[in-house]
Structures are given as C-alpha cells and as structure tokens.
C-alpha cells in the first residue's frame, strides 16, 4: 500500500503546476486523501483534503482559491491543481490517505501511507 506524489518542480511567480497522487494497493475512492507540505525549517501542515464519503474538500486559509483538490477513480489518483503560485508555496508536497473513517483530518497524525514527496520551488 503505497501514495506517491509527483509532477513538482521549478515554476515562476504566477505560474501553475498539477501535482498528481497516485495509489498502489488500495482504492482512493474509499480514503480520505490530503496534501501536505513542509518546508525548510517547518513543520508539515496539511493544505487540502478530499473526503471519500461526500467529495467535500477543504483548504488551508493561504491556498484558498489557488489550489484545487480533485478525485478520477478511474485512473485512482488525487489531483492538486496550483495556480497562482507564491515564493511562500516552495516546499516538498506530499499526499497521504487518513488512518480512520472516509472524512478529512486536520492532523498529519492522522494519516498514513506517507510516500516519497515531490519538491515545488517557486522562484524566478
């Protein structure tokens, strides 16, 4: 069982980037799925979710209206579509499914399956 995150990488002030999490072992459609990030010298916070029981999403107050979280079952991957994207959203991204129940998690204690992260750095 396994998530692993990619698609980051270098991007301008203003640019976009779609990081994709993709499942081996399981199904997302049955897990809560969130993106975390931490950068240097910071704790990892948790910047989206997307529930497996009714599709909600949530964001983290700095991302709102920038990212976008999204599901394709077919494909068994979780999309975060970052537009807009700031100095202060460098950070090596990371996806992971919550230990319990189908709803979204606050904590980064709450999930698991933590795979390899992909680095976002936004510079020009």
């Known amino acids: 069982v396994q998530l692993q995150a990619f698609g980051g990488g270098l991007v301008q002030p203003g640019g976009s980037l779609r990081l994709s999490c993709a499942a081996s072992?399981?199904?997302?459609?049955?897990?809560?799925i969130g993106w975390f990030r931490q950068a240097p010298g910071k704790e990892r916070e948790g910047i989206s979710c997307i529930s497996s029981s009714d599709g909600s999403t949530h964001y983290l107050d700095p991302v709102k209206g920038r990212f976008t979280i999204s599901r394709d079952n077919a494909k068994n991957t979780v999309y975060l579509q970052m537009n807009s994207l700031k100095s202060e959203d460098t950070a090596v991204y990371y996806c992971a499914s919550v230990k319990y129940g189908t709803s979204c998690e606050k904590r980064p204690e709450m999930y698991e399956n933590w795979g390899q992260g992909t680095q976002v750095t936004v510079s020009s």
């Open positions: 072992g399981f199904t997302v459609a049955y897990y809560a």
